[in-house]
């Protein structure tokens, strides 16, 4: 599905605006960082460009819902500042638990360019001592630290009311108890303190995931515009599907995908051991026996890697998880097409929208 | 000074109400941990006990300031719900940055006792294996993450004037600013980015712990006191010299303080090179050439460690912040002594009384 021409260009002046704005913050941020030296400066600094390099697909999600809504006449009518001021914290939310998940992982890079902590890193004056990644961890910690305040403190000076102040906070606490404890789960998967169940996975993805990526923004948009509860229900539901769908369809981009497109090491799940639904669903199958010995092997080679990736598509994995991302898909765009949902058209529009783009993305 | 036995005992009430506040705040989230299953509740549990187990000086110099200006019958009235949750959302910082600094420094004890991460990685299956740590760290990184968000929803539902709550975030903001920088700067004098110069170590050890330790809380109580600016301001500033005064004896007492008292590992600081105050005086003496090649040794031996203190002792660099701590002390006093001061008397005989407590503590 292609977009009209004025809708792809109102689509690149939100992003745009949302960009903008992230780099206000960023530069507000850094400016008042001046009174704690030039490494507190030049930190923010980093933070700034890592910040604003990514699709923001958060933020423009509730962004164009809210805009969905108006079109819709539903609802208040949202003042701009309020859309980009919301969109700022929604990708400092995304921001903070990016940190702190490459802290986590040990990551240095994202989307094919060195992230925060590798940035970091490669300004020490001895980039491969051990207190060159020391130092930068801890850069990743605390910038995480800061820009979770920072969704906080930005929520807390929106100019809405006080109603829609307490459920904001109240949502925010909900998503972040649930990023947190998908992402628990993560780490106990990888990690042999949970067993690696398909439920237990999928739960997982939903929580690490769906709810702060899309669920949250929606409920955010419809908090936004008025809405009652039901609608933000139903807005909940309908993202909770896409996410889930966004989370499995990553795990077999990370696995099968190109990595000239999606930037990331394309063995780092294998090595790992990483427990994805693709890991659950070949442990059940006579292939597992081929695929334990080299799975999560610190020195994966390339053939290996390769092997893996055979065994899991020949075993029916990618498949087996492909078939997952349709049915979310499938229970998503049921949800948005029923005709007792109190979602209205125009914002249907644009979670299909958002699902198209997410559809026919390869990274 | 002794205390009156009916103030100790107004002292010992409140702070077990305190301590029975954070315990309700965890058992709450305990409770709403069960939909994420048994290790995520079990992590809440050892997060209960590991946040009740300090001394609670932050929220309890908080609720006597409040106290005082009760007694001062100065401003309004405050609910005692209002100062329990208020010092709730005080020690949940504290809590925060406590956990973000042992994962920093790699510590898995705290008052003689397993932390957090000490404790979820000996309940790893094998407790030996790098996973334990891995998971135990992420676990540190995460409870943190929900501290921190704790203390912004604690403090949105106080039941405060709007005006009271924007300046109550304000200043939560403030803190979490200074101590980011102040640790940031710590870690980075440790990993040889930032020149160990005595000023930079200062404003450190001001910027990481007098801040949020000692001007915030107090802050805080004026702003929950109804009380004007230059009230705060002025608490502020007697905080911040008490505050940097008990870093310094922070410093003193880990090198040269009893180690059953204080019940950490009275080498650490040597071993991992800290820079204190201590070593930046030593640095500018002869007695530099002895104590350089052993500090920060990963292999310092009890030999070692003895020999640096005794060097750290002959050459003047413990006389010498002993007599920062007095000089810091004496400025505090003056502060609360100075006939123009808008604080209470009262409120100062709050201050005089955590000044001879901190100043009498060998732990």
């Known amino acids: 599905m292609s977009a009209a021409p004025q809708a792809v260009e109102a689509g ?7 960009r903008g704005g992230l780099e206000d913050y960023a530069r507000v941020q850094a400016r008042a960082a001046r009174r704690y030296g030039p490494d507190f400066v030049a930190l923010w600094e980093i933070a700034a460009q890592t910040m604003t390099g990514g699709k923001l697909v958060r933020p423009l999600l ?3 819902a809210v805009g969905g809504f108006a079109r819709a006449r539903s ?19 995304h921001y903070a638990f ?11 890079m994202r989307r094919g360019r060195p992230n925060l902590i590798g940035t970091v890193a490669a300004q020490h004056p001895d980039r491969h001592a051990p207190a060159a990644m020391h130092w930068a961890t801890t850069a990743g910690i605390l910038m995480g630290d800061l820009a979770l305040s920072g969704v906080y403190q930005t929520f807390a000076r929106l100019d809405v009311t006080t109603q829609q102040k307490e459920r904001l906070f109240a949502l925010l606490d909900h998503a972040i108890t649930e990023t947190v404890a998908g992402e628990f789960a993560d780490v106990g998967l990888a990690d042999g303190c949970l067993a690696p169940e398909l439920g237990t996975i999928l739960a997982m ?8 990526s899309f669920a949250w923004p929606l409920r955010i948009a419809a908090v936004l515009a008025g809405q009652g509860r039901e609608v933000e229900e139903a807005l909940a539901s309908a993202g909770r599907h896409l996410g889930l769908a966004f989370q499995l369809q990553d795990d077999v981009l990370s696995t099968f995908g190109d990595p000239a497109r999606h930037g990331k090491d394309p063995d780092s799940d294998l090595r ?4 994805t639904a693709l890991i659950a669903f070949a442990r059940i199958t006579p292939a597992w026996t081929d695929i334990e010995p080299l799975l999560g092997c610190d020195t994966l080679t390339d053939a290996h890697a390769n092997a893996l990736r055979a065994h899991l598509e020949a075993c029916g994995a990618r498949r087996f998880v492909e078939g997952l991302v349709d049915e979310s898909m499938g229970a998503f765009r049921d949800a948005c097409a029923d005709p007792s949902s109190p979602i209205p058209p125009q914002v249907r529009a644009v979670l299909a929208d958002a699902a198209d783009r997410l559809h026919e993305r390869q990274s």
Chains 1, 2 share one sequence.
């Open 12 to 18: 690149l002046a939100l992003e745009s605006a949302v």
């Open 205 to 212: 993805s939903a929580n690490k995931t769906a709810t702060y």
């Open 98 to 108: 990016v940190l702190h998940d490459d802290v986590i992982d040990g990551d240095l």
């Open 75 to 93: 609802g208040a009518a949202v003042a701009p500042a309020t859309v980009i001021d919301t969109a700022v914290a929604v990708e400092l939310l």
């Open 272 to 275: 790992e051991g990483k427990q």
């Open 62 to 64: 509730m962004a164009e």
